[in-house]
């Protein structure tokens, strides 16, 4: 049986670099070789026991590789092709899927819907932090990499870009807009990208760290208020002359930063929500103008699916957006343990690692 190298949940506080089975190829599914992947936030909370996963699962879910089996069903792909696949796989046939809600894919209960189903890499079926993956349902996941493109330039696009642009999108950021983003962490980063395509003329992000800071004003953040010099909802509102925000985007997961994003809103105003939340969050009355204020909360699952994997990369080939100055730190795979150590505890201005394959 062959073998591959593969980043697998031990413990919580353990995700270890071993070996285990190559996957069997199914009728629908394609064998991608990962040529390059990255750690994500979700990660992190795996690895620290505060999301739950099977022990033995491989870790990982942003892949960027090459075709290098394809299920005996599979059609419109060839071996050696370079693809990427979401984060989120969805089936693009359930019930959830058919209607448009493709990451509460809820392939084979009964109803088609299951919250965050979608969801599967690192989660329910291992993941792409190794050699490589098992994609399931090749042909609603598979999207080729445009010709002249690197794997930096696309390795955004299957989670953080995604999710990122779903909070502007979600938001219906409009023409002339006024946005604020809370935390420009790669997710805020990717909304203050997506409000700026989407045509906002002013954007505010909030965040502590200056080397964040900096970034969000290169990818088109306006302002960008330290929450430590100054009180956020306070500045917002000076900055707006006391109107308020049009879309207020929450990109971390805190009681705090939700409640801020509620406080700088407009009457009428939309929250989009995209943090993971750890406990109950509580709506503060006055902000949410005792339910009759107009205001919209909504949120936000990354959204997957070839579709969504073309769209974004065809958004990177016209330039319009460069999201490899996020890239601030790089290993191989053979260097997972020292990159997790490193993102783990945000050291050294990491924004985001990017893994590369041993034998790449």
Request: proline residues 5%.
């Amino acid at each position: 049986m062959r073998k591959m190298k593969a980043a697998i949940f031990v413990e919580p506080g353990r995700i270890v670099l071993d070996e285990k089975p190559m996957p069997d190829v199914g009728p629908l599914d394609a064998l991608v070789r990962v040529t390059t992947t990255t750690i994500c936030g979700t990660d992190i909370h795996i690895l620290k026991g505060e999301y739950p996963v099977k022990r033995g699962l491989t870790i990982g879910h942003e892949p960027v590789g090459v075709i290098e089996k394809l299920g005996s069903a599979v059609q419109g792909y060839e071996e050696g092709e370079r693809v990427v696949a979401g984060a989120i796989t969805p089936s693009g046939h359930s019930a959830a899927c058919l209607a448009g809600c493709s990451s509460q894919d809820g392939v084979g209960t009964r109803h088609g819907f299951k919250p965050i189903g979608g969801w599967k890499f690192g989660n329910t079926i291992d993941g792409c932090q190794a050699e490589y993956v098992l994609v399931p349902d090749a042909m609603a996941n598979l999207a080729r990499v445009p010709k002249g493109l690197t794997d930096e330039q696309v390795l955004m696009c299957p989670d953080i870009m995604s999710t990122g642009f779903s909070g502007a999108e979600n938001g219906d950021v409009k023409l002339g807009d006024t946005v604020a983003v809370f935390a420009q962490g790669p997710i805020g980063l990717c909304a203050t990208a997506g409000a700026k395509l989407r045509g906002a003329t002013t954007i505010i992000g909030v965040e502590s760290v200056a080397a964040r800071r900096e970034m969000s004003l290169r990818l088109g953040a306006s302002h960008v208020v330290d929450f430590r010099e100054v009180d956020p909802v306070e500045e917002i509102m000076r900055l707006t002359d006391g109107r308020g925000v049009d879309v207020a985007i929450e990109a971390l997961g805190s009681q705090s930063t939700f409640e801020g994003a509620l406080r700088v809103l407009r009457p009428g105003g939309t929250l989009s929500s995209l943090g993971v939340y750890s406990s109950d969050l509580t709506i503060p009355l006055g902000p949410f103008g005792a339910g009759l204020s107009d205001i919209r909360i909504v949120s936000s699952l990354c959204p997957g699916g070839k579709e969504r994997m073309r769209r974004l990369m065809s958004v990177v080939a016209s330039g319009r957006v460069d999201l490899r100055p996020l890239v601030t730190h790089r290993f191989t795979l053979d260097e997972i343990e020292q990159a997790y150590e490193l993102f783990g505890h945000q050291r050294d201005g990491v924004l985001k690692v990017a893994i590369t394959a041993s034998f790449a």
